[in-house]
Structure formats: C-alpha cells, structure tokens
C-alpha cells in the first residue's frame, strides 16, 4: 500500500525558475488536496480537486497551479518561483463518504522546496 | 470563515503523565474533526477522526472528544511515552458551502515527553 507518494522529497530553485511537484495516491479517493508549511504555522490549502478535471483554489493559490487529469495525479506547478515559496509542501487525499470513517485525510511526506 | 486554534503552542510532561491537548474552533458546523502526529521532517499522520455526531473516539491510548456547542475537542494520550513525542494538529472539515472540502488546521501543539 503506497497512500501518497510526493517526488520530490527536496528541492533548491532560484528566483524565477519553474517545477513541478508530482502527487499520486493509489488509495481511489476522490478528493485531493496541496498544502504548504510553513514554520510555526498551520497548513494552508494552496489548491484542492474534488476529481479528475475539477480544481478549484484554496487561500493560497497565487504563483501555483494545478491539474487532475486523472484520479491518481495531482500535480502541483510553481511559475516564476519566488523566495516567498520557500516552504514545506504536503499533498493529501481523502474519499467523500460523508460521516463515514474513509473520509480520514492521508498525506504525503512533504516536498521541502527552498527558493533562493 | 472556520478559525481553529491550538493552545499551548507547545507541552513537555514527564513520561507516564496523561497529555491533554486542546483544539478551539469557532463554527460549530462541522462535518468532522480530525486530528494528526506530526513527526520532524515528515507529513501528517490521522490519529483519530470524530463525525460530528459523534461525542468521542478512542484508538488504544489515545481518545478525542468533541463538544460542538462550546467549540472544542480534545486529544488525551493516557501514559505518555517519550514516542509520543510529536506536533500534534486538529483539523475541522467545515459544513459552509464557501468552506465545501476544504479542512482548517491548528497551528499544532508541539509535545515533548521526557524519560
């Protein structure tokens, strides 16, 4: 059972490069999610898809996008990269069964991303 | 909006003491609470999730309870061991249509158990 799986687990950019962090999940959910963390501070939702083709944005969302083309894929792409994206990025999935034990949230370990 | 605050920031016991850990949100529609261990340098681990009909969930030593009216839940570790050392997160899944699937998390309550 591989849950979520996060490549790359670190990465250095400079200032105004480009990457993408890959996201899979082979649990079927069809919730997806993409957090960052910052130091002392709780998660913030940077993006999050409901299933394949829909995204939508969370708190966070500028510099970033995302897609979902596929149930397993979620991956998030940071343009133009700035010191302000250097952080501790998470992604998460979960199934919508409402008031039901599945709809527990499972994470990734984390893509340390420092833009310099 | 969903505003959920963890005090205190941080805890450090000693080992056999019972934790208490403390989640604040200030929206009672919720569809469930979660809450996560959180080890240095790696993602976020479910402990244990309450349903909003729930009043409390329990998972061997640890047990969470959930008082909606009041705006709070909390996280008990019976007989602390140094391996509960952690942050530990409480996340609330919000039930307002601008909130849909969108969970709010606690800055976390970083806990250090001393032998």
């Known amino acids: 059972n591989a849950g979520v799986t996060q490549t790359p687990k670190f990465r250095i950019l400079k200032i105004g490069q480009s990457m993408t962090l890959q996201c899979t999940q082979d649990?079927?959910?069809?919730?997806m999610y993409w957090y960052r963390q910052d130091p002392g501070m709780g998660l913030k939702l940077i993006y999050y898809?409901?299933?394949?083709?829909?995204?939508d944005k969370g708190e966070v969302p500028n510099g970033y996008n995302v897609s979902r083309s596929t149930t397993e894929d979620f991956p998030l792409r940071l343009e133009l990269a700035a010191p302000s994206q250097t952080s501790v990025y998470f992604c998460?999935?979960?199934?919508?069964?409402?008031?039901?034990?599945?709809?527990?949230?499972?994470f990734g370990s984390g893509t340390q991303l420092s833009v310099l | 909006k969903q505003e959920v605050t963890q005090i205190p920031a941080a805890l450090s016991v000693p080992e056999g003491e019972n934790l208490v850990l403390n989640c604040s949100f200030t929206?009672?529609?919720?569809?469930?609470l979660q809450w996560f261990r959180q080890d240095p340098g790696k993602g976020l681990t479910s402990l244990l999730l309450?349903?909003?009909?729930?009043r409390e969930q329990t998972s061997g030593r640890l047990n969470a309870s959930l008082d909606k009216s009041s705006g709070r839940s909390t996280l008990y570790i019976a007989a602390s061991q140094p391996g509960d050392s952690a942050t530990y997160l409480c996340?609330?899944?919000?039930?307002?249509?601008?909130?849909?699937?969108?969970?709010?998390f606690g800055a976390g309550t970083q806990v250090v158990v001393t032998p």
């Open positions: 309450i349903q909003s009909s729930q």
């Open positions: 996340a609330a899944l919000p039930m307002t249509t601008d909130s849909w699937g969108k969970f709010q």
């Open positions: 929206d009672s529609a919720i569809y469930n």
């Open positions: 898809s409901v299933g394949a083709g829909i995204t």
């Open positions: 649990m079927n959910h069809n919730y």
């Open positions: 998460a999935s979960r199934y919508r069964d409402r008031g039901s034990p599945r709809e527990k949230l499972f």
